[in-house]
């Protein structure tokens, strides 16, 4: 049964694009939802992340939405840069407990 | 500041072997995170630590793993006898508690095959 889900394994932009990647989850008792980013044969690594008391976060290129009645966030990522190019997990948190619950995965590729 | 720290970086054992796999969490941490990566399952948590003591093993997958934090400073991950299905990446990970906005850094994995 997963809480928290990333119904694309992967994705594929255009340098400068827009990436929009996208994050399901059931559990309504989780208050706080992060991105991280993983490069291959490197461990996951803090993106973003935002509170269920807002609805938008944003750091650079990269903002993060959550829409709580749909129980639905999604990352922007403005303009896409070859960098980029890694997978992302979707993370969600239950207010009182310190475990992140963790999506599969996107990969992004940004194509130069 | 060093990060987490894992050994080995990668295993080949035989089934029925005992593996060890080792963690050194950022110092002043005091939560640690065991996470597995498959295919199947992506990241999933098998257990984490505060201040040393388990509070959630609900992740682990059966009896044949353990984990043990005998310090701040360490922690070990044991799977004893291994099976070919055991083969995966074995993250760990630290965080210091910071109110709700918790960040948890990861450690750069110990890829474990079993043959």
């Known amino acids: 049964d997963q809480q928290v889900k990333q119904n694309s394994p992967s994705l594929s932009v255009q340098e400068g694009r827009i990436s929009i990647l996208n994050c399901d989850y059931t559990?309504?008792?989780?208050?706080?939802f992060l991105w991280y980013k993983k490069y291959p044969a490197e461990g996951p690594t803090f993106l973003i992340s935002?509170?269920?008391?807002?609805d938008k976060n944003e750091d650079g290129r990269f903002t993060v939405f959550l829409n709580k009645s749909a129980k639905h966030l999604s990352l922007h990522i403005v303009p896409s840069q070859p960098g980029d190019s890694a997978v992302y997990f979707c993370?969600?948190?239950?207010?009182?407990?310190?475990?992140?619950?963790f999506g599969k995965g996107t990969k992004l590729t940004v194509n130069p | 500041d060093a990060g987490v720290i894992q050994s080995p970086r990668h295993e080949v054992t035989e089934m029925g072997q005992e593996v060890t796999l080792r963690c050194k969490p950022i110092?002043?941490?005091?939560?640690l995170f065991w996470y597995r990566q498959t295919m199947m399952r992506g990241l999933e948590l098998l257990i984490y630590?505060?201040?040393?003591?388990?509070?959630?093993d609900s992740g682990m997958p059966e009896d044949r793993f353990s984990a043990k934090m005998p310090n701040a400073s360490f922690s070990t991950l044991k799977i004893q006898p291994s099976e070919p299905r055991d083969s995966a990446v074995y993250f760990c990970?630290?965080?210091?508690?910071?109110?709700?906005?918790?960040?948890?850094?990861f450690g750069e994995g110990s890829w474990l095959t079993v043959v």
């Open positions: 990970a630290s965080s210091r508690k910071q109110g709700r906005g918790n960040t948890i850094y």
């Open positions: 559990n309504s008792m989780f208050d706080y």
């Open positions: 935002i509170s269920s008391i807002k």
């Open positions: 993370a969600a948190r239950q207010g009182g407990s310190e475990k992140l619950v």
């Open positions: 110092s002043g941490h005091d939560y």
């Open positions: 630590f505060n201040n040393n003591v388990p509070i959630d």
